[in-house]
C-alpha cells in the first residue's frame, strides 16, 4: 500500500482540527505535528524528572517525619508523571531509555540567575536547572513553579492529542496537591516574625525564575502550537494568569510580588508544558 501523501494528511488534520476533533493515533499526524507534539511531551516529560531528582534531598532534610513523607510524595508524584510522558513519547517513536542514559537529569547550575537559557541539551525548562538549597526555595517551588505548571498544563487538558489529555487528568490533580503544600506553609511562614524575611528573599529567587518559563508574547512558535491545538492561549496570557494569581496570594499573606522584567532580546519562543 502506497503511503498517504504529506498534503492530504494535511488537509484531512486541519479538517480534523477545525471541527475540535481529537488526534489518537501517529497515522493522523502530519510531520509538522508530530514533531511539535514530541518537543512539547518532551519538554514536560523532563522537566518532571529533573524536578524530582532536585526534591529528592529533601526526603531526608525535611523539618520533621510529616514533611519526609510529604516530600517523598512528591517525587514520587512527579517521577510517574515523567513516566507517563515518557510512555507517550515511546508511542510517537522516541528511544527513552538511550536518551535517559544520555542525558544529567541532576544537572544544576551554580549560577544566580540564567536568565531564559538552558544549561544543557535536555529539554527541561531551564528552571529545573537552580539548585533548591533551602527549605524555603522549596517551599517557594511549590509556591510558584508548580503554580506556573499548573496554569500551563491547564492548555493541555483539552489538547488535540487524546492520549496526552487522558494522561494529564491525573498529573492536574497531583500538581495541584503540591501547589496547595506550597500555599500552606508560605501563610504559615509568612505569619512568623523569624521566618517572613527567609520566606520573601526565596520569593524574591523564584518567582522572576517562573515568570520566564512561559515563553516570549506573541511568538509565532506558539501561534503554530494554537493553530495544531496543542495550545490554547498565547505565552504572555498564561503569564499574565499565573502573575494575577500570585499577587492575589502575596496580599492574603502579606507578601511582595517581586519586579520582574522580560528579557526581550532572549526570550524563548518556548513555553514550559511541565509539573
Not at 89 to 115: M, P, T
Not at 121 to 150: E, L, Q
Not at 212 to 230: D, M, Q
Amino acid at each position: 500500500m502506497s503511503k498517504e501523501p504529506e498534503r492530504v494528511k494535511e488537509e484531512r488534520l486541519e479538517e480534523k482540527l477545525s471541527k475540535g476533533g481529537k488526534v489518537e493515533t501517529v497515522d493522523e499526524m502530519t510531520e509538522e505535528y508530530r514533531g511539535h507534539l514530541t518537543h512539547l511531551m518532551m519538554m514536560q516529560a523532563d522537566s518532571e524528572l529533573a524536578g524530582a531528582f532536585g526534591y529528592v534531598p529533601w526526603i531526608t532534610k525535611s523539618p520533621d517525619i510529616k514533611e519526609t513523607l510529604q516530600v517523598a510524595q512528591i517525587v514520587k508524584d512527579e517521577v510517574r508523571h515523567a513516566r507517563v510522558m515518557y510512555r507517550l513519547l515511546e508511542g510517537l517513536g522516541v528511544d527513552v531509555q538511550s536518551y535517559y542514559e544520555s542525558h544529567n537529569f541532576n544537572l544544576r547550575v551554580d549560577k544566580a540567575d540564567i536568565g531564559t537559557m538552558r544549561a544543557a541539551d535536555d529539554k527541561r525548562v531551564n528552571i529545573f536547572y537552580y539548585p533548591i538549597d533551602t527549605w524555603f526555595d522549596f517551599i517557594m517551588f511549590n509556591f510558584c513553579m508548580d503554580r506556573g505548571a499548573g496554569h500551563q498544563l491547564e492548555d493541555s487538558l483539552d489538547c488535540s492529542y487524546k492520549p496526552w489529555c487522558d494522561g494529564m487528568e491525573g498529573i492536574f490533580k497531583e500538581e495541584a496537591m503540591h501547589m496547595a503544600h506550597g500555599d500552606q506553609w508560605t501563610e504559615q511562614l509568612a505569619k512568623g516574625e523569624k521566618t517572613r524575611g527567609d520566606l520573601q528573599a526565596a520569593l524574591d529567587r523564584w518567582y522572576p525564575r517562573t515568570m520566564n518559563i512561559f515563553g516570549r508574547a506573541n511568538s509565532p512558535k506558539n501561534a503554530v502550537y494554537r493553530k495544531l491545538g496543542l495550545k490554547k492561549r498565547d505565552n504572555d496570557e498564561v503569564r499574565q494568569a499565573f502573575s494575577k494569581d500570585v499577587a492575589n496570594l502575596c496580599g492574603k499573606f502579606g507578601l511582595r510580588v517581586p519586579d520582574w522584567k522580560p528579557e526581550a532580546a532572549k526570550m524563548s519562543e518556548e513555553p514550559f508544558i511541565p509539573g
